[in-house]
Nanobody, 124 residues
Framework: QVQLVESGGGLVQAGGSLRLSCAASERSNSRYAMAWFRQAPGQAREFVAAIDYSGSRTASADSAKGRFTISSDNAKATVYLQMHRLKPEDTAVYYC?????????????????WGQGTQVTVSS
């Protein structure tokens, strides 16, 4: 079980960059996969990217490939989402999530721990 706090969201022009951070406060020695999801107004929450417990494997949605990079720093218990070439359609609340797993789950129902989200707004 972990507590997650996202930060780094904000307002950026199309083509710009942002880096989101997710700080984890871990209360067990379980292994966790970490992921970013996003939810735009009136839309379902969708997968963006995930990273396994070791930080050695990642997965990303097609919309993120080539633009977004997920990474982790286990010493700092922090997961990042570096976003480049942002588009207006990237506007959403971005959520950090954790799942007890040795693998790399991407299904939203596999994640039991969620942060409160951070708003990303991309202007055109």
């Amino acid at each position: 079980q972990v507590q997650l706090v996202e930060s780094g969201g904000g307002l950026v022009q199309a083509g710009g960059s942002l880096r989101l951070s997710c700080a984890a406060s871990e209360r067990s020695n379980s292994r966790y996969a970490m992921a970013w999801f996003r939810q735009a107004p009136g839309q379902a929450r969708e997968f963006v990217a995930a990273i396994d417990y070791s930080g050695s494997r990642t997965a990303s949605a097609d919309s993120a490939k080539g633009r977004f990079t997920i990474s982790s720093d286990n010493a700092k218990a922090t997961v990042y989402l570096q976003m480049h070439r942002l588009k207006p359609e990237d506007t959403a609340v971005y959520y950090c999530a954790a799942a007890r797993s040795d693998g790399l789950p991407i299904g939203i129902n596999l994640y039991d721990n969620w942060g409160q989200g951070t708003q990303v707004t991309v202007s055109s």
